[in-house]
């Protein structure tokens, strides 16, 4: 009797110790299931798995449902279990196929960038940075994969651990499946690692390319750029000696014009040759194309010549103001825009509309090719915000004109001061520009002997957006002033008109001596 109890107690201790050890072990297998919760891998063949599943207990539950034993009541819960069932088989339809179709499965390499001019620069390390990337996660999936094989042959060896302890259907079951599960991931793994071979020989062949033209891309680029900087320097370097030596500001203004130009033949040059493949080709259809736009559409290509001339001479900007003759009449306004094939001006109030047009605020249009056949004055060309502006005063030829001229002069310097100020500015900054002779900007007068009295004509600077406001004080000012002089008298047309005959002293003493050589 006692040694079966030692025997039973035997027993009981090794099953205590059994259960013990199996406990540790299935924390490990928590702990391992616990790091593999976020892998990619397993969450795909997790939910391959739900859907097989999902797809047995539909097949189960039909066939439960063709059971005609079965009671209404039961049939209604069976059709309410297979319509949520095909929800949920709908909602897994992407894991119908092999759990990792998806995950093997390489991505295109995109087709090659070329990297002609150095705006594909920024391109093509964009298509490095793709390139790489696709590498970079397909390599990631291949290490997540690997990592969850790993830690699957661990779980495998705690599973038969258990088993060896326990061996009953449960712990079977569980054997059976991880080492289903790990075989599959295996398989897995040698295929994912011949495709990563083949695609990642692929896409080195791929980036080594596009880094080899992007890095001869870039330095054609910065051999052009510095070329382009010594042909800018020098010609810095000739007007710098060209300023020294030549005295006559004429000449250097020709001069300086002359090297611009040469500096900027050579540039396009430098950019045609570098950047078009068949130059000589590309002249040929240009030639071709340009004599057949000259005579179909003449004044449209002449438009189009006279954009480029707009743009790249600089005569023109928008915001300038600017007055256009044609036929015989004038249009003063400010430029609004610049297309293409024409200019569009904002018709202002000025002298030009008050004085002839009578009307004001109009949207004219003007053809790019006026330029060529028509004049087109600018009247804040570089920066200019002045123009001169000038009055005329008649007097009557008994007036004090000196007095008359130094009341009016005054007059005009003391409003015009502003603007003369501004001028002076703007004179010197031409001054480097363009060969200028006069740079005089204060308010200057004259008098003309005209053949009803003595005109003063006094010229003052003015706002070259505004000239009517200034004109209108300064008039008011100058005949407020001169009616108060008293020696001072504005002249104007006058007529004396004669109402029948009139006799007087020179016709009575006619008379007389008539009389008397009677």
């Known amino acids: 009797m006692s040694k079966i109890i030692w025997i039973l107690l035997l027993f009981a201790i090794s099953l205590m110790a059994n259960n013990s050890q199996i406990a540790i072990l299935n924390d490990n297998i928590n702990r391992l299931d616990t790091t593999l919760k976020g892998n990619i891998w397993l969450i795909k063949y997790a939910n391959y798995n739900t859907y097989q599943n999902l797809l047995l207990e539909l097949q189960q539950a039909q066939n439960q449902l063709n059971d005609k034993n079965k009671s209404t009541q039961n049939s209604d819960e069976i059709n309410s279990r297979v319509a949520s069932l095909k929800e949920q088989i709908e909602l897994l339809k992407e894991y119908e196929k092999s759990p990792f179709q ?66 009953t259907t449960i712990n079977y079951t569980n054997l059976v499946e991880i080492n289903r599960t790990l075989g599959e991931f295996n398989i897995a793994k040698e295929i994912a690692t011949t495709t990563f071979g083949v695609y990642q020989a692929r896409l080195d062949e791929a980036i080594s390319r596009a880094t080899d033209s992007l890095t001869s891309q870039i330095k054609e680029t910065l051999t052009i750029f510095f070329t382009i900087i010594i042909v800018i320097l020098i010609g810095f370097l000739l007007k710098f000696t060209a300023k020294r030596y030549v005295t006559d500001n004429q000449k250097f203004y020709t001069i300086n014009k002359f ?60 915001g300038d103001r600017i007055r256009v003759r044609y036929q015989n009449g004038d249009y003063v306004g400010d430029i609004i825009d610049i297309s293409l094939l024409r200019m569009t001006i904002y018709e202002d109030i000025t002298l030009t509309t008050y004085k002839l047009n009578r009307r004001s605020g109009r949207i004219i249009f003007i053809p790019n090719n006026y330029i060529f056949t028509e004049l087109i004055a600018n009247y804040t060309h570089s920066g200019m915000k002045t123009v001169w502006d000038g009055i005329d005063i008649m007097l009557s030829f008994d007036s004090n004109h000196k ?90 047309p006058t007529q004396t008109l004669f109402m029948g005959r009139h006799t007087g002293k020179i016709e009575q003493q006619l008379e007389l001596d008539k009389e008397n050589l009677d």
């Open 259 to 318: 090297i611009n130009v040469i500096n900027f033949t050579i540039i396009i040059f430098i950019l045609l040759f570098a950047y078009i493949e068949n130059v000589s080709y590309m002249v040929t259809i240009l030639g071709f194309a340009s004599a057949g736009l000259a005579i179909a559409m003449k004044d449209m290509f002449m438009s189009l010549l006279g954009w480029s001339v707009i743009i790249f001479g600089g005569t023109f900007h928008v």
């Open 403 to 492: 007095k008359a001229m130094h009341i009016i002069k005054n007059i005009a310097r003391k409003y015009s001061k502003g603007y003369t100020d501004i001028a002076k500015q703007q004179m010197n900054k031409l001054r480097d520009q363009y060969n200028i002779k006069n740079t005089n900007v204060e308010p200057r007068i004259f008098s003309f002997f005209e053949p009803y009295g003595i005109n003063i004509s006094v010229w003052y600077m003015n706002n070259s957006y505004g000239t009517l406001a200034l004109r209108s004080t300064i008039s008011a000012e100058i005949i407020e002033a001169l009616n108060a002089e008293s020696d001072i008298k504005i002249a104007y």
């Open 102 to 167: 998806s995950m093997l499965a390489v991505p295109e390499i995109e087709e090659e960038y070329k990297i002609t001019n150095p705006i594909a620069i920024i391109g093509g390390f964009s298509y490095l940075k793709r390139l790489k990337g696709e590498k970079a996660e397909y390599y990631s999936r291949l290490a997540q994969l690997e990592v969850a094989i790993d830690i699957l042959s661990k779980k495998q060896n705690l599973l038969q651990e258990i088993y060896d302890i326990n061996k």
